[in-house]
C-alpha cells in the first residue's frame, strides 16, 4: 500500500454529548469513504469537546478501550482507519489522548499529550511521559502528537527517526495562535522529511475561539491543503510513499545527525534568562 488518501475534517463534534458526536463522525466517516478515503483525522479532544470545564472534561473521560470500541464500530462498518482526540481515564487519571484505529476498529496506537498547554490542560488533565513511536497500518508507519506538541522540534524528530512516514496531529488551535502552525510546520514536515496532517476544530466553545485553517503537508514540506479559518469541511488527501524516501535523500537531515555533538539536549537544562 505505496498510496494512502487521508481523509481530514475541519469541524467540531457536539462539546459534551458522546452520542451525539458518535452520530456525527458516523456521517464523517461514510462521506469520507465515499470520497475513496483510507484514514479519517479529526482534531483533539473530538469525542468530547475541548472548551468545558475542566470537571466536566474529567466526568466525560473513558478508558481507552471504550473509546476504541464505540469508534471501532464506526471504523469496521465504513472499512476506515480512524484517528481523533478523547478525554482517557487510566488508572485514575485523566489524560488529553489520541486513538489510531484500523479498519477493522483495532486499537492500533493510544497516545497521551505530553506536553499540555496552558493552566487549562493543566487543571483538566495529566501529562503524558512518553517518547512517541509510530505503528505499521498497511506499509505506512504512523505517529501520533497532539497540537502544541507539534511545536517542539524533539518529538517529530524522536518519531521519524523511529521510522514514521506520517505525523497525525489532532488539533485545537485557538485564537490568537493562528500564525503559529503556518510558520512551524512546514519546517516540520521538511526537516524529518515525513508528512504531516494537522486537523482543527472551529467556532467557540467556552472561552476558545478556534482558527481553522488544517494543513496537511508532504514531505519536502509543501502544503498540500490548507483549510479556511471558519469553514467545516472534509478533504481528502492522496500521498504516496515513495515521496518519503525521495524526500529524505535530497535533504538529508537524518541522515547527516551527529547524536555525539547533541548530548546537552538529554540535559536538564534552564532556558536563558532575558538580559
Same mark, same amino acid.
Given at each position: 500500500?505505496?498510496?494512502?488518501?487521508?481523509?481530514?475534517?475541519? %469541524?467540531?463534534?457536539?462539546? !459534551?454529548?458522546?452520542?451525539?458526536?458518535?452520530?456525527?463522525?458516523? =456521517?464523517?466517516?461514510?462521506?469520507?469513504?465515499?470520497?475513496?478515503?483510507?484514514?479519517?483525522?479529526?482534531?483533539?479532544?473530538?469525542?468530547? %469537546?475541548?472548551?468545558?470545564?475542566?470537571?466536566?472534561?474529567?466526568?466525560?473521560? *473513558?478508558?481507552?478501550?471504550?473509546?476504541?470500541?464505540?469508534?471501532?464500530? $464506526?471504523?469496521?462498518?465504513?472499512?476506515? =482507519?480512524?484517528?481523533?482526540?478523547?478525554?482517557?481515564? #487510566?488508572?485514575?487519571?485523566?489524560?488529553? +489522548?489520541? $486513538?489510531?484505529?484500523?479498519?477493522?476498529?483495532?486499537?492500533?496506537?493510544?497516545?497521551? @499529550? +505530553?506536553?499540555?498547554? %496552558?493552566?487549562?490542560?493543566? @487543571?483538566?488533565?495529566?501529562?503524558?511521559?512518553?517518547? /512517541?513511536? &509510530?505503528?505499521?497500518?498497511?506499509?505506512?508507519?504512523?505517529?501520533?502528537?497532539?497540537c502544541y506538541e507539534v511545536e517542539f522540534p524533539e518529538l517529530v524528530r524522536i518519531a521519524?527517526? @523511529?521510522? =514514521?512516514?506520517?505525523?497525525?496531529? /489532532?488539533? #485545537?488551535?485557538?485564537?490568537?495562535?493562528?500564525?503559529?502552525?503556518?510558520?512551524?510546520? &512546514? #519546517? *516540520?514536515?521538511?526537516?524529518?522529511?515525513?508528512?504531516? =496532517?494537522?486537523?482543527?476544530?472551529i467556532g467557540s466553545e467556552g472561552p476558545f475561539r478556534f482558527t481553522g485553517r488544517s494543513?496537511?503537508?508532504? &514531505?519536502? !514540506?509543501?502544503i498540500r491543503l490548507k483549510a479556511g479559518a471558519r469553514e467545516e469541511g472534509l478533504w481528502?488527501?492522496?500521498?504516496?510513499?515513495?515521496?518519503?524516501?525521495?524526500?529524505?535523500?535530497?535533504?538529508?537531515?537524518?541522515?547527516?545527525?551527529?547524536? %555525539?555533538?547533541?548530548?546537552?539536549? +538529554?540535559?536538564?537544562?534552564?532556558? /536563558? *534568562?532575558? *538580559?
Amino acid at each position: 500500500m505505496n498510496g494512502l488518501a487521508l481523509a481530514l475534517h475541519q %469541524g467540531r463534534g457536539v462539546a !459534551g454529548d458522546i452520542e451525539a458526536t458518535l452520530a456525527r463522525t458516523q =456521517a464523517i466517516a461514510q462521506h469520507a469513504r465515499e470520497q475513496g478515503a483510507d484514514l479519517l483525522l479529526l482534531p483533539e479532544l473530538w469525542a468530547s %469537546g475541548y472548551g468545558l470545564d475542566p470537571e466536566r472534561l474529567r466526568a466525560l473521560a *473513558r478508558p481507552a478501550a471504550a473509546w476504541a470500541a464505540d469508534y471501532g464500530e $464506526i471504523a469496521r462498518e465504513h472499512r476506515i =482507519a480512524l484517528a481523533l482526540g478523547c478525554p482517557e481515564q #487510566a488508572r485514575d487519571r485523566p489524560y488529553n +489522548s489520541a $486513538i489510531l484505529l484500523d479498519p477493522d476498529g483495532r486499537l492500533r496506537l493510544l497516545w497521551r @499529550k +505530553s506536553h499540555l498547554f %496552558g493552566g487549562f490542560e493543566h @487543571k483538566a488533565f495529566r501529562a503524558g511521559a512518553d517518547a /512517541p513511536a &509510530p505503528v505499521a497500518l498497511g506499509d505506512w508507519r504512523i505517529a501520533l502528537l497532539i497540537c502544541y506538541e507539534v511545536e517542539f522540534p524533539e518529538l517529530v524528530r524522536i518519531a521519524a527517526l @523511529k521510522g =514514521a512516514d506520517l505525523l497525525l496531529v /489532532p488539533t #485545537a488551535v485557538m485564537a490568537p495562535y493562528a500564525r503559529i502552525p503556518a510558520r512551524l510546520l &512546514p #519546517a *516540520r514536515a521538511l526537516e524529518n522529511g515525513l508528512y504531516l =496532517a494537522y486537523a482543527n476544530r472551529i467556532g467557540s466553545e467556552g472561552p476558545f475561539r478556534f482558527t481553522g485553517r488544517s494543513m496537511v503537508l508532504d &514531505p519536502e !514540506g509543501t502544503i498540500r491543503l490548507k483549510a479556511g479559518a471558519r469553514e467545516e469541511g472534509l478533504w481528502v488527501v492522496r500521498m504516496e510513499r515513495t515521496q518519503v524516501a525521495a524526500a529524505r535523500a535530497r535533504n538529508p537531515y537524518l541522515a547527516d545527525r551527529r547524536p %555525539g555533538l547533541y548530548r546537552d539536549l +538529554s540535559r536538564a537544562m534552564a532556558p /536563558p *534568562r532575558e *538580559r
